[in-house]
T-cell receptor, first 114, second 113 residues
Framework: NAGVTQTPKFQVLKTGQSMTLQCAQDMNHNSMYWYRQDPGMGLRLIYYSASEGTTDKGEVPNGYNVSRLNKREFSLRLESAAPSQTSVYFC?????????????FGPGTRLLVL | DQQVKQNSPSLSVQEGRISILNCDYTNSMFDYFLWYKKYPAEGPTFLISISSIKDKNEDGRFTVFLNKSAKHLSLHIVPSQPGDSAVYFCAASVTGTASKLTFGTGTRLQVTL
């Protein structure tokens, strides 16, 4: 049981390049999320998917697109990367631990846009 | 508009003493609150949560207190251990569940020997 996995771990892009961040969970969770973490800003929700086949915008969706490929996988795409998208990206899914509902996070993808 | 605030960016505590991390919120619709711990280069991990119908929840060395009238929650760690050194985030939800969380900016806790 790997939990939430993310690829790649680290990526450098030039302005205008595109890339897709991959996320998968093996816990049979319905809901999945993409966050970005910037210094002094905490985690901010980019997009989420309440169930397979549905996606919704979060707090900071501009410049991103998502795909909920199946119940396991939720990808985040940057069509034309900008330096402002330099950040650490976390994927998460919702489930229960010890009877309490929480989000389980992946290890993160560090993205640098030059 | 920062709906969840952690006003102390950092905190240093001696090993064995109590660590108290604070979190304030502005949205009175929040009804489920969580604390996460984050080590460098790792994702956040869940510590403890509390529903708005309670004012206290304990799990081992960790206790979360909720004061709804003051819109304030706190995390107490007793006794503090060096392995507790990490960044702590509080988070809140309006759904009564862990969906669509709003996070605070985090407090870096350092536990010294």
């Amino acid at each position: 049981n790997a939990g939430v996995t993310q690829t790649p771990k680290f990526q450098v892009l030039k302005t205008g390049q595109s890339m897709t961040l991959q996320c998968a969970q093996d816990m049979n969770h319905n809901s999945m999320y993409w966050y970005r973490q910037d210094p002094g800003m905490g985690l901010r929700l980019i997009y989420y998917s309440a169930s397979e086949g549905t996606t919704d915008k979060g707090e900071v969706p501009n410049g991103y697109n998502v795909s909920r490929l199946n119940k396991r996988e939720f990808s985040l795409r940057l069509e034309s990367a900008a330096p402002s998208q330099t950040s650490v990206y976390f994927c998460a899914s919702t489930g229960k631990r010890g009877g309490r509902e929480t989000q389980y996070f992946g290890p993160g993808t560090r993205l640098l846009v030059l | 508009d920062q709906q969840v605030k952690q006003n102390s960016p950092s905190l240093s505590v001696q090993e064995g003493r109590i660590s108290i991390l604070n979190c304030d919120y502005t949205n009175s619709m929040f009804d489920y609150f969580l604390w996460y711990k984050k080590y460098p280069a790792e994702g956040p991990t869940f510590l403890i949560s509390i529903s708005s119908i309670k004012d206290k929840n304990e799990d081992g060395r960790f206790t979360v207190f909720l004061n709804k009238s003051a819109k304030h929650l706190s995390l107490h760690i007793v006794p503090s251990q060096p392995g507790d050194s990490a960044v702590y985030f509080c988070a809140a939800s309006v759904t009564g569940t862990a969906s669509k969380l709003t996070f605070g900016t985090g407090t870096r806790l350092q536990v010294t020997l």
